[in-house]
Every structure is written in C-alpha cells, then in structure tokens.
C-alpha cells in the first residue's frame, strides 16, 4: 500500500493538518498554534518536521500545504494567480519546495485600476468545496474571520471577492481604545447583536457608528446591555453590506468555525439570505486532496 | 485691579489653560499632558492646584473648566445637556466645585431612538469661535482628531453633531496588526493621500478598504507609495463621508491642530467643499472666556 499524503493549511497564528490514506481517508489529524509568525528565518523544514512528526512516523508520499506558508514571509513565495481561477490553475502554479514531494499552494490576487485583493488558503477551502460537492459550482461564499473573505464562484472558479478586515478590527477594539471597557465581554447573536447588524448594514458608516457603544454608556441609556455584541453586530453588519454588494445568490456558503458561521448566518438572515454552514476543516482537506490528486 | 480667570481645556491625555485678565488679555498661559487619564481618584485637587502653579501665583477670581475634567472619570460629573445648547444654556448647567470659584462646563448629547452621541470640550470651542465672531453664527464644524466631530450650528446654537473614531482608529492601524508595517510612517498630503480620500468618499466600506494598504504591497504593484498617507486619506474620506452629510453648507470651518486641519483642508477641497481653518485654543479661549462673562 502506498505511503499516505500530507496536507496542511498553514496559516498566521496557527496549522492544521491530515495524513490521507491512499483511499481518500484521514487517518490522522493534528493541529496547534504553530503558525507563520512563530517560525524563524531558515526555521521552515524544522518546523515541517514537527508537523510530520504530530502525525505519526509515515513519511508522505507527497505533502501539499496552502496558506501563509506560501508568502513572501512564510516557507517559500508560491505566487498570486489573477481570478478567474481553478483548481487545476492552482495546480499549474504549485511551488515546489521539494520537487515531486513538498508542494505549496498559490494564492489568489485580483488587480484591477484602482482595486486590490489577495487570499491565501482560502481558495483551496472554496474549490475545496466545490470538488466535494459541499457546494455548487456556482455559488457566493463568505469566510469570516480575522480578514472576512466573500467569494463568487462561477463554473467552479474562483472569479471575484472581497476581504474585509472585521476580525481584525474588532480585536483591537476589544482590547484597547475608548471602546474597550464596554465591549469586552463575549458577544452572543441577542438583541444587541441584532441592532448593530441592522446599523451596519444600512449606514455605511461604520467608523462612526461604533461610537455608539461609548455614547449609550456614557449617557447610561441602558440601550445596549451587551457593547461587545452590539459592536460584532456593526461591524458583521458592515462585512455583509460591503460583501453581499458583489453577490446576489439567496444563498450564501459559509465556511468556517462553528461560533462564527451561527453569527454570520444569524446576520444573512436579517439581510434576507441564507447562510448554509460548512465546516472549514473539511473544505480545506477536500481542496488539498483534489490538488494531490491532479498533481500525481 | 481685579484677579485674573483661570480657564482651562483639560481634555483625556492633556490640558490647556490660560490666565485672562480684566480686560480679557491672556497674561499667562500653558500646556502639558496631564490629562484626565493621569489624575488618581482623589487627586484632581492637587492636580489643578499644579495647573495653578504653572500659571504663576495669582489666586484667580474664577475658574472654568471645560473637556474630560467633567466626565464621569474626571474631577466631578458635569451632565451631558441635550441639543440644542446655546453658550447660555452651558452657563445655567455649570456643575460647581466650589461655589462661585471653580465650575466644570457640561458637555453635550443627542439622543434619538436608535441614535446616541456625545461630546466634551468641543461645545465650548465651537461656541465660543461663534462667540469671538471667529465663525458665523450659522455655520458647519469640523474639529478633527482622535474622535472628529462634525457639529452643525444655527442662530448660536449646537443643533445636531456627528462623531467619527478616525484619529483612534488611524493610531491603531499603525501601530499594531496587519497594516502596520506598511502604514507605519508619516502621512503627506500627496497622491496617495489624495487617492484614499477619494476612495472614503465615495465608497462606504472603509473596514474593507483598508485591507488596500495590505493587498497593494503584497502584489508589489507599486501604486501606493506610502501607506499612512493612503490609510490616513482613506479614513478621512470616510469621515467626511459621514460627517458632510450631516451638513450642506459649501464652507467647513476647521477647529484644531494646524497639521490636521491642513490634510482635513485638502480632503474637503476633493470633496467639493471649502475649509477655513479656526486654531483650537483660541477657540477654547474665547468660549470660556465668554462663559466666565455670563456666570459672572
């Protein structure tokens, strides 16, 4: 029986990874907190190997890895492919770390005049998607996280997207700033939530907006109960409006962890869409093993 | 010879006071940075008798204190009075320390359904510039900073405002996260500038536009040459975005910072609008000033 695959979506802050069998199975899984921003300069193959070695002593036949590993600060540069793109484009464009053994994944770009937008390791989870048959071959995806990514994909490639930095800003937010003391609690989908959705979707003033939290305490309005919520709730609110303006499917297809995919639907539904949840994992570990599969 | 007016702008993280004779000349004056942040409970007396020691040794007839000093973490509480507020109206609302000696000047709010805001130490500004004939007693404010406000005044009054997170929001941006290595130096009023103005302007989803900056030197397109400039430019678009729709009128006037005013100024002139640019502590003075006048 022939020696497994290793495939790994290797992003910023963290990794995960799957030992596949020659028959499609995982048959082992690993995940930690080593990401991109802890591995030193000329660290890259130690920190291979300790990914190998979480996953038992097999040594791959072939290892495939998508994410930050493959920026400009990650293992080795695997390039930005204009959209549209496809899995067997992203096939075309493998880097090669060890030729036939060590590949990584290109990202996706979009350049046009005046507009910019990069993604990495998502377009393995979408096309991932797509191959699995998780989701259609035409269809409007959203990734929420720390860079929010909505994604259309027509004919089974990736043609355009958006990133909004939601995640990101809410963080900072909690933890620093004016905002802090009110919004640092944990945000749950309530009545607070609610309202700051329908703020953010309507207003497209979002810098502003989020004041809000600081002025309804300050003048003890008792209007927001939970300012971490209320505050999540504009910001999502402001994702989906600037994310559903370059998708009009009913449906969106969200991949991603459980907390937040229940938020993001909870807030399509009051943009009047759908939100179907995926599970992030399992779109990433389809994309990669289609990728393998071509790449044999 | 009476003696003199203590009035002092003592706002978060500094203070501003001057000491105003008989006549209404500014005999002293001075600055610094123990703002509101850096008074222990139960020191604020010690803390103003320093602000008296900077400005000599004269025990001052009255003094009047505008900004955070007010605030719930400040010296002493003085309540929010709802739009709209005349100079007068701060007059009848003066929270007194010391009866007939030291006041705190109340700050302002609006509060609607759905909609709360608030401010502290800019009411005093922009009514006093109306007060000094700086701005017409019909006009349209700016005061940019960390939290800008738009305020819009009829017949002397504070009719309705806006505030805008921009300057918490930029600060943030550049000193930590994505964008920070990109956005990290100083901002000019060049294309790149220019070119984020026009895109806060018109677009409507700055937490997504920011990504711009990240996206850009990614794909070494080249196109934005420095960072903090299209950041900064970006943010103020969107500022003016939120704030010019509050008021139609063609002239903005500026309160503040002359280095602030001067980008505010320039982004205006892309929005189609003209800025004139009033200094703040002049305007703080005036506004006191003349609130000491009436408290008399």
Redesign the interface.
């Known amino acids: 029986m022939s020696a497994p695959l290793l495939l790994a979506d290797w992003g910023t802050t963290s990794r995960r990874a799957w030992l596949v069998d020659a028959r499609g199975k995982v048959i082992a899984s690993a995940q930690d907190r080593r990401g991109m921003t802890t591995v030193e300069p000329g660290g890259w193959e130690a920190a291979f190997g300790e990914l190998k070695g979480l996953l038992g002593d097999a040594e791959p036949r072939l290892s495939l890895l998508a994410g930050m590993v493959g920026?400009?600060s990650g293992w080795r540069e695997a390039h930005?492919l204009a959209c549209p793109v496809s899995l067997s484009d992203l096939v075309d464009e493998l880097c090669w770390v060890e030729p036939g053994a060590i590949a990584i994944v290109p990202g996706i770009?979009i350049?046009r005049e005046?507009?910019?937008?990069?993604m990495r390791g998502e377009e393995t989870q979408v096309l991932g998607a797509v191959a699995a048959g998780l989701v259609p071959r035409d269809c409007f995806v959203c990734l929420p996280g720390t860079?929010t990514k909505w994604i259309e994909v027509r004919e089974g490639q990736v043609v355009q997207f958006?990133?909004?930095?939601?995640g990101?800003?809410f963080a900072?937010?909690q933890t620093?700033?004016?905002l802090a003391t009110q919004a640092s609690g944990l945000v749950d989908a309530g009545p607070d939530f609610d309202?700051g959705v329908d703020?953010g979707l309507e207003s497209?003033?979002?810098?502003?907006d989020?004041?809000?939290v600081?002025?309804?305490a300050?003048?003890d309005?008792g209007?927001i109960g939970n300012g971490a919520a209320y505050l999540s709730g504009l910001?999502i609110g402001?994702?989906l409006?600037?994310g559903l303006?370059i998708g009009a499917h009913p449906t969106v297809e969200i991949i991603g962890r459980s907390d937040l995919a229940a938020l993001y639907s909870h807030a399509l539904a009051r943009a009047g869409r759908k939100g179907r949840t995926i599970e992030g994992g399992m779109a990433a570990v389809s994309g990669l093993k289609h990728l393998a599969e071509l790449a044999e």
């Open positions: 920026s400009r930005y770009c350049l005046g507009f910019a937008d990069v860079h958006r990133t909004v930095m939601t990101e800003l900072m937010l620093s700033g004016t309202a703020r497209g003033s979002p810098t502003a989020i004041f809000a600081r002025a309804h300050l003048l309005t209007r910001l402001a994702d409006r600037t303006a």
